[in-house]
């Protein structure tokens, strides 16, 4: 009885303080009769609520409002490259382990090509320590070195005609930036001329002729910059591909300089015949370039992002084309089957809060329905209320965070619905 005349009370106190606002309002314009509920303002009935709320306290039945929240996980690359494909829409059910962003994996097939070939050499160079070395496989090393010295040297001259290229079309496009420039001065110089000459036609100081000749100086200017700038992006592309040209011609000398140094290894090794020490060393060389080939295949692997839990891919944050750096955010995920209402709880209150205690949800999407829930985690320090819950003088006060864990309707409840969450209800499923 007496929290029921409290509440009454408070009712009443609200709708006197209302009332003042409305007949204040009717000095502007004339109030039409309507129940305590219709005439009642926003602010009013939230200075209501909030009362209400401080009120009541944590005690069974008492209500509180909040925001339905999800677990989000970020899906993040752990390597950098080019998105080529997205095969899973925004919005779409995923399981664990499903494709949600494949980056370009060229390169990366290339490192693993090139430190499976890293195996293969130490392999090799291992079982020929191992047999021991003839004059024949003395000959044929040296042979080899020869000829991966001349392919040094050949990829060497290769590169570096790729770089003058290179810099040459640079040239190029820097003074066709220039003829560019120029032909844009004078196509504006020839436009205020034929404006000069069209003036003076009107005023009857120039024949249609003048004005005629100067319409073709307009258009010859206006042909120049049009074949200037389309050179422009001629001499732009074939820029773009020489760079690609001189970084292959830079890899190939790189490839073909670490194949001569491994056959002047291999030669070196036969020459001076196999020690117990120096077998151990190959052994090591071995073991190091299998732990490369591992990692190179690792990152191969992480080319392809998937999903770390059952969920909803909420949102995708890249585009196919788009280059990404390692760390770089793709998406996030709405994890599935877990969400959860953070509530406020008054400092007075706490103690009637219990982990585990049972709690009814309600959303306005499905009226007359209550969802169960428990009380999973209550904060271990106070905060000031959150503006966006209560009124300016309820923010003054200090309250308690609770996590109501929500235990049914996880396949129609969704993350972003307001919920009010009644402490001490059913703990059953939804009714």
């Known amino acids: 009885m007496h929290r029921k005349t409290d509440l009454k009370n408070l009712l009443v106190g609200a709708g006197i303080r209302a009332a003042g606002h409305v007949q204040w309002r009717g000095r502007r314009r004339k109030a039409r009769p309507s129940p305590l509920a219709a005439w009642l303002t926003p602010v009013t009935a939230l200075l209501l609520g909030s009362t209400l709320l401080a009120g009541c306290g944590a005690a069974q039945g008492s209500t509180f409002s909040g925001i339905i ?31 949600l962003v494949a980056l370009d994996d060229q390169s990366y097939q290339l490192q693993v090509q090139g430190a499976q070939a890293g195996v293969d050499a130490a392999l090799a160079a ?14 044929a090393a040296m042979a080899a070195v020869d000829q991966t010295r001349a392919l040094a040297d050949q990829s060497a001259a290769n590169s570096k005609a790729a770089g003058e290229q290179v810099n040459a079309l640079i040239a190029n496009q820097s003074q066709l930036m220039s003829n560019l420039k120029g032909a844009q001065d004078t196509l504006a110089y020839q436009q ?7 003036a003076l036609q009107q005023a009857g100081a120039a024949t249609q002729q003048q004005v005629d000749a100067a319409q073709q100086a307009v258009n010859q200017a206006q042909t120049q910059v049009d074949n200037l700038q389309a050179q422009l992006q001629g001499i732009q592309a074939q820029i773009r591909q020489a760079q690609n040209a001189q970084a292959a011609a830079q ?15 291999k030669l070196d090794l036969l020459k001076a015949g196999a020690t117990d ?12 370039a299998d732990a490369k080939l591992a990692e190179a295949r690792r990152q191969l692997e992480k080319t392809r992002v998937t999903a770390p839990e059952d969920g909803v891919f909420l949102r995708r944050d890249v585009e196919v084309g788009q280059v990404v750096k390692p760390g770089a955010t793709l998406g996030v995920l709405l994890k599935k089957d877990e969400l959860k209402v953070v509530i406020y709880v008054p400092e007075a209150d706490l103690g009637r809060v219990k982990l585990g205690q049972p709690a009814a949800i309600r ?61 001490g209800g059913p703990a059953g499923g939804a009714s």
């Not at 079982?127 to 003395?138: M, N, T, V």
């Not at 020490?277 to 190091?288: E, N, R, S, T, V």
């Open 126 to 139: 291992l079982r020929d320590a191992q047999a021991g070395s003839r004059a024949q496989e003395i000959a």
């Open 69 to 99: 929240e999800g677990t989000e996980i970020p899906i993040q690359t752990e390597v950098g490259g080019t998105v080529q494909s997205l095969p899973v829409a925004e919005g779409a059910s995923v399981k664990k382990g499903q494709l």
């Open 192 to 198: 205020q001329q034929l404006a000069r000459v069209q």
């Open 363 to 423: 959303v306005d999407a499905y009226p007359g329905e209550t969802f169960s829930g428990r009380v999973s985690v209550i904060a271990d320090r106070a905060e000031f209320t959150p503006k966006n819950v209560q009124t300016p003088d309820e923010r003054a006060k200090m309250v308690f965070a609770v996590t109501v864990e929500i235990t049914s309707g996880l396949d129609r409840l969704r993350a972003g619905m307001p919920a009010d969450v009644v402490l």
């Open 251 to 265: 890899s190939g000398y790189a490839s073909a300089l670490a194949n001569e140094r491994s056959a002047q290894a």
């Open 277 to 288: 020490q120096h077998l151990k060393q190959l052994i090591a060389m071995k073991d190091q």
